[in-house]
């Protein structure tokens, strides 16, 4: 009888029970990265390009809501006119370009 009492209590298969603890966590794990942290970074990344390409005479949005027209564009610093006065932006702060203008081309 005492053997018997000693199979019993030791488990069978110490490895797969192990990986069968680990496989939820790493599922899960996956689940995050696909459905959250991958597109944040997608629009993360779009948002950048799109401040990089702002221009003279482009039509933006703040992250206060202004809606301006770029009058000149420095490295971190637009000047930005907002009905009949200009103001220094941020280029960070830029939520959206409205109306992107042509490049001009030069013949």
Do not use: C
Request: aromatic fraction near 4%; proline fraction near 4%; charged fraction near 20%.
């Amino acid at each position: 009888m005492p053997s018997s009492l000693i199979m019993q209590a030791a488990p069978a298969g110490g490895a797969a029970s192990a990986l069968g603890g680990i496989l939820p966590f790493v599922l899960i794990g996956l689940i995050f990265y696909f459905l959250l942290i991958r597109p944040q970074n997608q629009r993360l990344k779009k948002h950048r390009q799109l401040l990089s390409e702002i221009t003279r005479g482009d039509t933006i949005v703040t992250n206060g809501g202004l809606i301006g027209k770029v009058k000149k564009v420095a490295d971190d610093e637009l000047t930005v006119t907002f009905g009949d006065n200009d103001m220094k932006v941020v280029r960070t702060m830029i939520a959206d370009v409205r109306n992107k203008t042509a490049a001009n081309d030069t013949k």
